[in-house]
């Protein structure tokens, strides 16, 4: 086992991770902590945009960002958060062109900017053009150009170096972090990071699901560590299903593509949306999308042999339109479904890519012990986290957005903190949770296999907690939930090396995917209303009066060792808007 | 009513019906395996496998690891060529693992799957990437101005100027195309393609000052002036970069230092 010291240590080198190192390393000697390499991060696959309203191709203000953010979440959103998402998102784009960032631009040579879900023009009269972008891969230039300012400042990366728990030491009855534990790939050997501050950024955690734009890596890493050790986890219920997946794939196809004119078809061709979205059409929230889509598959109307999907129609866009704006999606239809765009529909199907819930902060990153009480020298940012500027369902180009306002604020707010105080005391044995984890793992003779595990689980999330939940198939999802966790207690792995054991290292995701999944699935039942990512067929009404609240999901051990998941609930942060009737 | 589940078709690796246009088929992967832990040596291993050929070397991959051999180790994480950590060597040539498709390959034959060359085996397919993220950062890989005032808005910056290195700025930093660099193989010194194409993206963007300073960097004997012009590199880049190209431009630059 090795110690090591610094100031700060950031956990996870995504977006988040980074835009906070860059400010972070600036103040205080800083460490950051990644799993993979920086740019393997799954920022890299954000495609349409980054939102603020600058007003380069069009009147805007912050102040309808911000009306935006907070409909678009259906009031889940804690307003204060959310005002000061929108109002520094425009410094962040600035900020990251001034980077270096290689926008798309206009005629005028300003950074250019085009529509997106949900973002309107003076509280929802029409859709207004605030997305930033360069083509459809926006998410690989922000994580390129934060890894070349990375390179530029100088930040220290520890890569393939997995973080697996959180060090909790409670001084006077006040619980601070005191650092980190992590797991070095490359030779098998334990780190310990002591850190006055520790950052998460370590992003979300959509492998439960099985159809997933997201990496085989997003496993919620971060978001289990500081769970396992007490801390609550916010609004986990809250999932996105993003409209366009490639179907049966589920890789990305960006809402840009229907900024730019796509529209969905049914099997007879129609433009459905027209139907559940009059004014935004096939630009109302990814949620409201994705719940029409299945409506139609429901009802008949899906397209195929087994009537399962439904398509994004190019076809009427410009061959040169589609190349300029949309070259990376256009490609992955040609090369995953041979397809060719310029000619034929895209089949899609919605697809599981973004947690709303994570772990609660404060808008300084500060992270909360419960519902008022910070734990000092602990941080989050961007997806890891919830503020919550995302409520109960995200907005499309609000997730970059977060990632640069929050991980900079985090950046900053936790290297100050460390510049003004102490290392706090290691608690003894500080590696002995991952040291007893990873040799349980090694020297285990049990039965089960975590892919056949893994396999279960993104089945049951698939069937049973996605665009549509009752009450039935939740506790269908819980029951099996148990089961699968009981079995992981039996759970072997064939590589008992030291060396880049990446058989240990998938054990040790799915244990967290589970944990976190059952967290999804108590948090989902308890509430008894629909609201965004959430829609319960059984409560298909909002329900302000009994759930305009947070959840706040804590571990619990009694004494006999059983653990449980006890909720309790935090008040929405409200500022200038009253609740309204969602239409889009 | 559950959400309707749409995805049969890998869960259990059986044949889903209703797609008898998939058959799936029987397919050999010969894979390079290296284990400094069990030998110092290297060695092919077979292995079958059932799959639809329209899945990626990458699906196969996993299928290997899941299903029979949980020690095969390389590298994944996106699946759908955006993150760039799982180039490897099939069937002789550069290529990312989950952009290849099975029926793309011939899989009438075994499919080879290797490391990618030039940089030292850990194990398996996965490879030490250190002196290829050296060579980038030696470029000077960001953008530097000389600014006494920075603007309060955006540096403006017309579309054509924004073209001139749009190609160069899709990199991923697979090392697909350094690896695939003959000359890269016989001398690790050498900054390799990748570099060369970071320090493109920077040398024609018209916001940066610093064009001569890393022109000069790659004036160095182990610069451009190395590249034999193979355009294995070209052929190499999964994004379709033409690396040979942009290495062309910089030799140029350094020649007429106009940029």
Known sequence: ?584 | MATPTLDKADAAGTPEPGFADSPYITATFRIRRFNSEVSAEATWEDFQLEIDPKERVLDALHKIKWDQDGTLTFRRSCAHGICGSDAMRINGRNRLACKTLIKDINPEKPITVEPIKGLTVLKDLVVDMEPFFQAFRDVMPFLITKDTNEPTRERLQTAEDRERFDDTTKCILCAACTSSCPVFWNDGQYFGPAAIVNAHRFIFDSRDEAAEQRLEILNDRDGVWRCRTTFNCTDACPRGIEVTKAIAEVKKALITRRF
């Not at chain 1, 800083?30 to 309203?53: C, D, E, F, I, N």
């Not at chain 1, 990251?96 to 009269?125: A, C, V, W, Y």
């Not at chain 1, 728990?165 to 009855?173: P, S, W």
């Open chain 1, 1 to 584: 086992m090795k110690i090591h010291k610094y100031d700060t240590v950031i956990v996870g080198a995504g977006g988040a991770g980074m835009r906070a190192a860059i400010e972070s390393t600036k103040r205080s000697r800083t460490a950051v902590l990644t799993k993979l390499y920086p740019t393997r991060s799954h920022t890299g696959a954000a495609q349409g945009g980054m939102a603020a309203a600058l007003a380069n191709v069009e009147e805007d203000n912050w102040e309808w960002h911000t009306f935006d953010t907070v409909k678009g979440g259906d009031y889940l959103v804690d307003q204060d958060a959310a005002e000061i998402l929108a109002k520094e998102a425009i410094d962040s784009v600035l900020d990251l062109e001034k980077m270096g960032l290689p926008f798309n631009r206009t005629p005028d040579g300003t950074i250019d900017q085009r529509r997106f879900g949900g973002h309107s023009r003076n509280h929802g009269e029409a859709p207004v053009r605030r997305s930033c972008y360069a083509a459809d891969r926006t998410g690989h230039m922000i994580l390129q150009t934060l890894y070349q300012n990375c390179v530029k400042e100088g930040v220290e990366f520890f890569n393939e170096f997995y973080v697996l728990d959180q060090l909790i030491t409670e001084v006077d009855g006040v619980k601070r972090s005191a650092g980190v534990v992590a797991y070095e790939l490359a030779t098998g050997e334990i780190h310990v990071f002591q850190a006055k501050a520790v950052i998460y950024a370590s992003g979300g955690c959509g492998k439960f699901f099985k159809v997933t734009s997201n990496a085989h890596t997003l496993t919620g890493d971060g978001q289990a560590a500081v769970y396992r050790r007490g801390l609550p986890l916010e609004d986990m219920e809250f999932f996105q299903f993003h409209p366009t997946g490639i179907w049966r794939m589920g890789i990305l196809l960006t809402e840009g593509a229907r900024g730019e004119g796509g529209i969905l078809r049914n099997k007879d061709g129609e433009r459905f949306m027209e139907k559940y979205a009059p004014v935004m059409k096939d630009l109302a929230s990814r949620d409201v999308v994705s719940r029409s889509i299945y409506t139609e598959i429901r009802e008949g109307r899906g397209c195929g042999p087994e009537g399962d999907h439904v398509y994004l129609d190019l076809t009427h866009l410009p061959p040169e339109q589609l190349d300029a704006k949309l070259p990376d999606i256009t490609e992955f239809a040609r090369t995953y479904l041979g397809i060719e765009p310029y000619t034929d529909p895209i089949p899609i199907q919605p697809t599981a890519h973004y947690a709303m819930g994570g772990i609660p902060t404060n808008v300084e990153g500060e992270v909360l012990a419960d519902n008022t009480t910070v734990v000092p020298g602990l941080y989050a940012a961007g997806e890891v986290a919830c503020v919550s500027v995302h409520g109960a369902n995200r907005l499309g180009t609000n997730s970059l957005l977060d990632i640069n306002v929050f991980g900079r604020r985090a950046g900053i707010a936790a290297a100050e903190y460390s510049q003004g105080a102490d290392f706090v005391e290691l608690p003894e044995n500080p590696a002995e949770l991952v040291v007893s984890q990873v040799e349980q793992l090694r020297s285990s003779t049990g039965t089960e296999r975590v892919a056949v595990l893994r396999r279960e689980l993104q089945e049951t999330m698939d069937a049973n907690v996605m665009v549509f939940r009752t009450e039935q198939t939740i506790k269908t999802a819980v029951e099996k939930l148990a089961e699968l966790r009981e079995r992981y207690k039996n759970v072997s792995i064939q590589d008992k090396g030291k060396r880049f054991n990446t058989d240990l290292l998938e054990a040790i995701e799915l244990g967290n995917l589970l944990d976190l999944a059952e967290v999804m699935a108590v948090s989902a039942l308890a509430r008894k209303e629909s609201r965004g990512g959430h829609y319960r067929e059984d409560y298909p009404n909002r329900d302000d009066v009994n759930f305009m609240r947070h959840t706040m999901a804590y571990r619990e051990v009694g004494d006999d060792g059983t653990e449980s998941i006890r909720l309790d609930y935090k008040p929405v942060v409200q500022t200038r808007y009253q609740p309204m009737e969602r239409k889009y």
